[in-house]
């Protein structure tokens, strides 16, 4: 599986973005994906996640009301709608696929249980 992502970039406060996160067919919807983002000096933080199973979705309660994950199954991506954005949503974002785990595991496990990772986008928010 490989991940392809795209969509960051710079915005001012309050301002809106979409991150996209292409992938290979995985040959079955048994997966799930996460977006992450990193902040030097901290740790991974998740932030969104879907499964492709039954499309069910979870948010970490910092971008709740705020971020918003879909799929398009015709293009096999994944976005991630972010408005209202703030200073502290500055970082690097990562989107990262696992087979076969439930949602309210994926953001705790190590990076390397996942299998495979995106390339990565800064968004960069400021006043």
């Known amino acids: 599986v490989q991940l392809v992502e795209s969509g960051g970039g710079s915005v001012q406060t309050g301002g809106s973005l979409r991150l996209s996160c292409r992938t290979t067919?995985?040959?079955?919807?048994?997966?799930?994906i996460g977006w992450f983002r990193k902040v030097p000096g901290k740790e991974r933080e998740g932030i969104a996640a879907l499964s492709r199973k039954d499309l069910s979705t979870f948010y970490a309660d910092s971008v709740k009301g705020r971020f918003t994950i879909s799929t398009d199954d015709a293009k096999n991506t994944v976005h991630l709608q972010m408005n209202n954005l703030r200073a502290e949503d500055t970082a690097a974002y990562y989107c990262?696929?696992?087979?076969?785990?439930?949602?309210?595991?994926?953001?705790?496990?190590?990076?390397?249980?996942?299998?495979?990772w995106g390339q990565g986008t800064e968004v960069t928010v400021s006043s």
């Open positions: 067919e995985f040959g079955h919807d048994n997966y799930a």
């Open positions: 990262a696929v696992r087979h076969a785990l439930p949602l309210i595991y994926l953001w705790g496990i190590p990076e390397t249980e996942f299998d495979a």
